[in-house]
Nanobody, 113 residues
Framework: QVQLVESGGGLVQPGESLRLSCAAS????????MGWYRQAPGKAREFVAS???????NYAQSMKGRFTISRDNAKNTVYLQMISLKPEDTAVYYC???????WGQGTQVTVSS
């Protein structure tokens, strides 16, 4: 059974950084691309970034330069490093496996002074 468990969310002040993690199980992790999405209150879920099994990355235009996606295939984990956080980054962040349509439960990120 494929499972995704996100962690690392929390409350931070504007300008601070945060690293999210998503641990996968029940699959051959290195074979699959992984993605991060987010959903702010009252808004649709939006794409943040993705990374292929070989490490090729793709970002939403508005996230480039502040967000970095990476993966550690030995640990079955994908990361999202976020810097210079803004209040508008406040959202629940989800990881997913596009090929399997599998989602994690999400982790809340709140950026507020």
């Amino acid at each position: 059974q494929v499972q995704l468990v996100e962690s690392g969310g929390g409350l931070v002040q504007p300008g601070e950084s945060l690293r999210l993690s998503c641990a996968a199980s029940g699959m051959i992790f290195s074979m699959y691309a992984m993605g991060w999405y987010r959903q702010a209150p009252g808004k649709a879920r939006e794409f943040v970034a993705s990374i292929g099994g070989g490490g090729r990355t793709n970002y939403a235009q508005s996230m480039k330069g502040r967000f970095t996606i990476s993966r550690d295939n030995a640990k079955n984990t994908v990361y999202l490093q976020m810097i210079s956080l803004k209040p508008e980054d406040t959202a629940v962040y989800y990881c997913n496996i596009p090929q399997l349509g599998k989602w994690g439960q999400g982790t809340q990120v709140t950026v507020s002074s």
